[in-house]
């Protein structure tokens, strides 16, 4: 059964409480997974955020916001699966490499697989810079294969939540800060994490770059590390210098915001927003 939390209740608002419970009657809704979009209410404004399967969800869920007593507006931004390979398939067919090849584009929940199949690597990396160029992207899990190459293994959705606790297997905890992605493909390559820790006497706080790949379960609430793997000081200690803040203008995919996502510096960059 998920709780209140795990269904991205942001407030104890009677109102908000209401929507939830009225959505959760919906078996149609309930299967789309609530990790997908969130609802947020502040004095009788309702904000829906995230992705959606089809249009009769986003229809549904405004319209089931909008019925609740007390609520004066819903602004609602939640994207649909559809409209997502429309944009994606448009961006890539105006661009003057990509437009004579077939790209057979799919979407789930915001996450975008790229089909078909180009003769240079140049044009798989193309495709996939092309793709992540559309905002409302949450992640490319897969690009064109080359010809001449085997299919490459589809990348896992792995998203760890800001300000989830995180465990290693020797109960070592900290708390996730921020997120590293790569602005090529919008995917998440690594998590910030806090460690608080005594050294002579003194509680010391710590930064660990953990790399998805070491990660066994994530959820809304909690990344646990995979058994046998590094304790989490053992990994790479953050260090802000290496990784830039995204530009103001670049929006992060669902759920992240701007303040709390870095991108990997270029060899030779240099920044200074640490």
Known sequence: MKTDQDLHVYSDDSTLAEIWKTIRQYEEIRALGTDSFSISELKGFVLLTGHVSKKYHRDLLEEIAFSMPGVHAVHNKLIVDSDLIIQVAQALFKDKRLRHF???VGCAHGWVHIGGVVPQRELQIAAEEIAAQVPSVRGVLSRPRVIGE????????IQPQIHA???????????????????????????????SDFRDAKLMFHEYLVPVEAMDVVDTESVITKRNGPSLNDFTIFDPSNYSLVPSDWQPPY???SGHVRWPCEPGEVTDNG
């Open 102 to 104: 077939i790209f057979p």
């Open 255 to 257: 759920p992240y915001t």
């Open 150 to 157: 085997n299919p490459e293994p589809e990348r896992h959705a």
């Open 165 to 195: 606790k995180t465990y290693d297997y020797n109960r070592q905890e900290g708390v996730i800060t921020q997120v590293v992605i790569q602005p090529r493909n919008r995917l998440v390559t690594h998590a910030v994490v806090n460690i």
